[in-house]
């Protein structure tokens, strides 16, 4: 059993989850949640190329979380205030994940 069934929340298309990883936003938006990509985790030194700014390093890792499918991609969490408020606004007008 889930968790959001655990905790009783349905639908899923009302909770966000929120990752650093192609895998947690795959798992968002097969389970119909909003998804929201972390960028800048400071985990991703695997993934540096040679010669590459931060800059070049965020835009890419940012492309391929948009290239999944996910809603937004936010540099880090200290960023997801706004896009939950822009989720709720989108809610409020009907739209699903």
Known sequence: MSLAAKLNIFPLSTIVRVS???YGI?????????TVA???TGLVQPFIHPNETEA???NRIAESFH????HYVIDGIWDLNSAVDDICLRMSRGETP
């Open 56 to 58: 070049m390093r965020k």
């Open 20 to 22: 650093t990883t192609p």
């Open 67 to 70: 290239a999944l499918g996910c």
């Open 26 to 34: 795959e798992e968002g938006l097969n389970a119909g949640m909003w």
């Open 38 to 40: 972390c960028a800048d």
